[in-house]
């Protein structure tokens, strides 16, 4: 299988991506095969909220790109793959450095495979927990994607419909 992205050159990039960085978010590990992500929020001082707990809007952007990238980085150069919308469901505060593990599983990916190959949309829908250290929910994360094969790869009688996103 082409790898379009290589799960080492990933994790370094959004290790120092300023979005990342500046809100205290690290990329721990990413598995060869794109399929688990596990990552950290540092709770710093300059991410704390009014309450002294952790900023929502930095737990939230900790699951902004993982799950469009895990499947960029399984698909390939033949799919675009985008983020379509996404909401979060506060639990409870968090107050210490805060954890989410990303999973892409092999069902997941073969209902992506069978909806998308004759050239359609496919909006997979992805649920992400966001514990502390205690290994207690502070928030869920709901993300829908958007996933389709560019326009050269779809079957015949597709290629015509070139639109990205609608």
Not at 45 to 56: D, F, P, S, V
Not at 72 to 97: C, R, S
Not at 124 to 132: A, I, Q
Request: proline residues 4%.
């Amino acid at each position: 299988m082409y790898r379009f992205y290589k799960p080492g050159i990933v994790k370094a990039a959004l290790n120092i991506w300023p979005p990342f960085w500046g809100a205290g978010i690290r990329i721990v590990h990413i598995s060869d095969d794109f399929r688990e992500v596990k990552i950290r929020l540092k709770l710093r001082w300059w991410n704390k909220n009014a309450n002294r707990t952790q900023y929502g809007g930095s737990i939230f952007s900790l699951t902004d790109p993982v799950y469009a990238l895990m499947l960029m980085g399984i698909l390939g150069k033949e799919y675009f793959v985008w983020d379509k919308h996404a909401e979060i469901n506060f639990i409870k505060p968090g107050q210490t450095d805060l954890f989410a593990d990303f999973v892409i599983s092999e069902d997941c990916l073969s209902d992506i495979h069978k909806a998308t190959e004759g050239g359609d949309k496919y909006f997979p829908e992805f649920v992400v927990h966001v514990k502390d250290a205690n290994g207690e929910v502070v928030s869920q994360v709901k993300r829908v994607l958007y996933v389709r094969k560019k326009p050269q790869y779809r079957e015949a009688g597709n290629e015509a419909e070139s639109e990205v996103l609608s």
